[in-house]
């Protein structure tokens, strides 16, 4: 399982943490991730000033908007991250 | 058994006049709660000058335990005369509730207090006692959870008097109204709310008196310690979450940072829910051993939002303490939780700062986070809670 958080924080709440979780929803299924990916929302990450940040295994991602999905997506597909038991 | 009152008030100011005639004044010594209601002599700033005098010579003397013949013998001599009149008068309500429960009731000129118990209308056995040729109506009460009380100026009683009612509104159908819209769980400032607005439409929104309705409810204590924004020493982490931790009643976390750090210090997960019910309240989360988790700066500017929509009384609904109870976003619940279940608030605000909020780019409501927490803090008190704030 990989495990992407998507901080849903004052900040990245304002810059559309919500479109991001939407379109992490909407695009697991398609990439068929289900059984691979473990979406989860999360209290304030500490990066407040580079939001939205989301959190893929042990790595942060910065500044995502809803259009990077699909690049994060491909690179968990792809076996990019470490994945936990 | 322990009470706790809550006290509200809301006023009309007659027409053309800047300043309102009547004048409330409610204190909270630590044993009791004291609430003062005046109607000066005219109306505009003359009015204001004898009100405001009245309220506030009463509450303090009664707060020091003066007797009502030092009182009013104090007002007396106090009051400006009316170069007009030639008189030196305001009227007043007096009501001392004591936190067992035992009142005392003083009314000089006033409407009699309305008083609901048990869904009904209940008379107060009253005596007249002369003090320097003043007439004063003395009641002693023993108030428990659930009864409610009224405090009416003459505004209200004649409101509509030579327009859509020759008469006037009068006492007996105020009090009927009143009745009417009393149910258990309905928050007395919605009655007032609701009440005033009446008023106002009986006047045709040309209110003919200054009108003033104080709404005043017994309740059992309850309380609720709400921490919110990290302290500016981190090394304080530790003991506002202990002092979280050991406070009784309700417990509730505002922030995300906070809500870490209250993660971190008890050793628990946070969970935080997905789902977005309102877009403009980011979502809660949950944290074993506290109520509620609330992200921080945006959840409580949108309370303060609601709140201050629900005292201007014109869009407010009666059942507005009601239907919070059903919407289930951020802000919803944590105001639900703060008017509904909580008598005794005690707020535990952190002063960091988050550079994030500091962004040129971002609502200028968020660098002035402690400013929304005095606000609501501000509005809290309106609503009649006892609300008590520590800073880290």
Known sequence: ?85 | MKIFTEAVCKSLTKKGEELCGDNVEIVRPHDSVIVVMADGLGSGVKANILSTLTTRIASTMIKNRASIEEVVKTLIQTLPVCRVRKLAYSTFTILKVENNGNAQLFEFDNPDVIFIRDGRIKDIPKQTIKIEERLIRVARLKLRPGDKLYMLSDGVVHAGVGGVLNLGWQWENVASYLEKWEKKDRHVSEIVNQLVKVCNYMYNNKPGDDTTVVGIQIKEPEYLTLFTGPPEDKNKDKEVVKRLMESKGKRVVCGGTAANIVAREMGKEIKTNFDLINPQVPPTGEIEGIDLVTEGVLTLSKCVEILRKFQSSDIASINFFSTIRDKGDGASRLLDLLLNHSTHLHFLVGRAVNPAHQNPNFPRDLTIKLKVVKELINLLKQTGKKVDVEFY
């Open chain 1, 1 to 85: 399982m990989v495990e992407i958080t998507v901080c849903v924080g004052s900040s990245c709440h304002l810059k559309g943490a919500h479109d991001v979780i939407k379109q992490f929803q909407k695009l697991i299924p398609e990439y068929q991730l289900e059984d691979k990916v473990e979406l989860k929302a999360g209290f304030c990450l500490g990066k407040c000033t580079e939001a939205v940040t989301v959190k893929v295994g042990e790595e942060y991602f910065t500044s995502l908007t809803p259009d990077d999905v699909q690049q994060v997506l491909e690179a968990v597909k792809k076996g990019a991250f470490k994945e936990e038991k």
